[in-house]
Every structure is written in C-alpha cells, then in structure tokens.
C-alpha cells in the first residue's frame, strides 16, 4: 500500500522568502508524483506533476519541485512567495502500473501555508 | 458554464433523508470521480467512471450511490448517512480513466448530516 506523508501541516512565511513544503512518499512499484493547490471556498487545482523524464518538475506559478527516488521525497519550492500563494497544498502518488489502468491518487494530509506582508 | 461544475454547494441533511449531489463537466472528458474531503484527513476516492461505466469503488458504504447518465454528468446519491459522513464532497474529470491524465476538480459540496 502506498502512503504520503506532509511533514508540515502549517508553514508561515513572509512575502518575498522562499518556502518549500516537504513531502515523503512509500511505495514498493514506480510512482507517479503530483502537488495540487486548494484556495478557500475552490476545488483543487494541479501546480505540477512528475510522470517520467527530469527529476526537477516546474509547474504553474513558478513553483518547481524535485524527485528523489532514493530519499522517496518529491518537495515543492518557490524562490520567492507572494501573498495570493496563501491556500492548502496537497502532495499525492500512484502506482504507474504499466500493466494496467490505475484510478488511485494517494493524498497526504496537506499543508497548509500561510504568506504573511 | 466552464470547467466543472457542483450543485449545490452547500446541504444540510438529516440522517433519515435522500438527498442528491450534481456534478457537470463541460471539458468534454471520458472519466469522472467522486472524492470525500474531511477535516483533518487525506482526500479519499470513492468512485471512478470511465465511458459511463463505474471502474473503481473504493470500498465505499452502500449509503452512497453513484450514477453517472453521460460522460458529462455525475451524480451521488445519498441516504440514511451518518454525521461522520460530513466533509467536503470533490467531483473531478479527466480526459481519460487514470492517474496519468490530469483531474480537473469542481468547487465541491460541502454536505452537514445533523
């Protein structure tokens, strides 16, 4: 079974600084990687996925995350935050099963971040 | 319309009523799920439609009934739920069945069982 683990649950930082939001993920087959972005009041929205290929995945709104498969870890990052960033952040997996289809995304609990002026 | 949409966005019910949710895609996608979303917990798949026909239930309670008409409508039916079954209700498509193909989510039912 697969798991994902979002270390932070809260992550407070100023405008301008860089955050990364961690996460760690188990599983015993190749993997998919996903972080989704959730603001107040909407559905969730995908910022970046890694499928294959480059381990350093740039997604939408100049956040960039990297796969590690030997520390099972995939960290989202942005060298610098912007207030309209504040909204809950959501790492998930799943199994690439070539042999056939797979539904599944496994979520982590998300994290939440919060860009302070 | 764009995008996905989720009526109604918000329903209070009691445990002892039948009451429906609507999801609509107007993405022209071939697969839809339902996701739960409660506080504190990872979001959970229910169900999978691929093509209109169910692919994927989760172990889901059989208080919760999917129907899927066409590939741009989902629906969930609920009754006699429980108050642990309040949380977020996430409707999502895709242009086809798995996670390789990228989901797209509506703004969600939030659903209070009193």
């Known amino acids: 079974a697969q798991s994902v683990t979002q270390l932070d649950s809260q992550v407070p930082v100023f405008e301008e600084a860089p955050v990364e939001l961690r996460c760690n993920y188990s599983s015993s087959v190749s993997v998919y990687l996903f972080w989704y972005v959730q603001y107040p009041n909407q559905g969730l929205q995908l910022l970046l996925k890694y499928l294959s290929g480059s381990t350093l995945v740039k997604g939408i709104n100049g956040f960039e995350a990297e796969f590690n498969k030997s520390q099972t870890s995939f960290h989202l990052r942005k060298p610098s935050v912007h207030i309209s960033d504040t909204a809950e952040y959501f790492c998930a997996v799943s199994d690439t099963n070539s042999g056939g289809s797979n539904y599944k995304l496994t979520f982590g609990k998300g994290t939440l971040l919060t860009v302070n002026p | 319309e764009t995008g996905v949409t989720q009526t109604p966005r918000h329903l209070v019910m009691g445990m002892t009523n039948k009451k429906s949710l609507k999801c609509e895609q107007h993405l022209g996608h071939n697969a839809m799920y339902w996701y739960k979303q409660s506080a504190k917990k990872p979001l959970e798949l229910m169900f999978v439609?691929?093509?209109?026909?169910?692919?994927e239930n989760n172990s889901v309670p059989s208080r919760f009934s999917p129907e899927c008409p066409n590939s741009s409508h989902l629906f969930l039916h609920l009754h006699t739920l429980q108050p642990e079954d309040s949380a977020l209700y996430l409707c999502?498509?895709?242009?086809?069945?798995?996670?390789?193909?990228?989901?797209?989510f509506g703004p969600g039912t939030r659903l209070t069982v009193t």
């Open positions: 999502a498509s895709s242009q086809g069945a798995g996670t390789y193909y990228e989901q797209y």
């Open positions: 439609y691929s093509l209109e026909e169910r692919v």
